[in-house]
C-alpha cells in the first residue's frame, strides 16, 4: 500500500460519537473505506472482508458488560489477518496495558487525547 491510497479501515468502538468523528476525520484528505462496528462480535463476522488497517478500541464492554474487550478480539483475530494492521485505541493511560495490547500483536497503542486522531492518521 502506498502512502496516501484509500484504504480499508474497521472502527471497533462503543462510542457512537468517537466513529463519527474519526470517520469524519480519516476520510478528510483521503477517501478511506470507513466500516464501523460498535462491538468486537461485529466486527468478528466481518474479519472476512480483509481490512488494512482496524482501530480497535480496548474498553468495548463499556456500554454492554458482556461483551468482549479489545484484548479479547485481538486475540481472537490473531491469524486471521496477515496483512491487517490492528491500533488499539484506549483512554487508559497504563504502560502494563499498552506493552500487552502490542505483545499481542497490536502495531500501536494510541491514548484517546486531543493528538488521537492525528496519530491514527500518522500510522495508516
Known amino acids: 500500500m502506498k502512502l496516501g491510497e484509500p484504504k480499508k479501515i474497521f472502527i471497533v468502538d462503543d462510542d457512537e460519537m468517537l466513529t463519527v468523528a474519526l470517520s469524519d ?8 473505506n470507513i466500516s464501523v462496528f460498535h462491538t468486537g462480535e461485529e466486527l468478528l463476522k466481518h474479519v472476512f472482508e480483509k481490512p488494512d488497517v482496524i482501530i ?14 479489545g484484548l479479547e478480539i485481538l486475540d481472537a483475530i490473531q491469524g486471521h489477518l496477515d496483512n491487517t494492521r490492528v491500533i488499539m485505541l484506549s483512554s487508559q ?9 502490542i505483545q499481542k500483536g497490536a502495531l500501536q497503542y494510541i491514548i484517546k487525547d ?7 492518521a500518522d500510522s495508516i
Open 25 to 32: 476525520y480519516l476520510t478528510r484528505e483521503v477517501n478511506h
Open 56 to 69: 480497535l478500541d480496548f474498553y468495548l464492554n463499556t456500554v454492554n458488560k458482556d461483551a468482549a474487550n
Open 93 to 101: 493511560e497504563s504502560y502494563v496495558t499498552a506493552t500487552k495490547t
Open 114 to 120: 486531543e493528538d488521537a486522531f492525528q496519530k491514527i
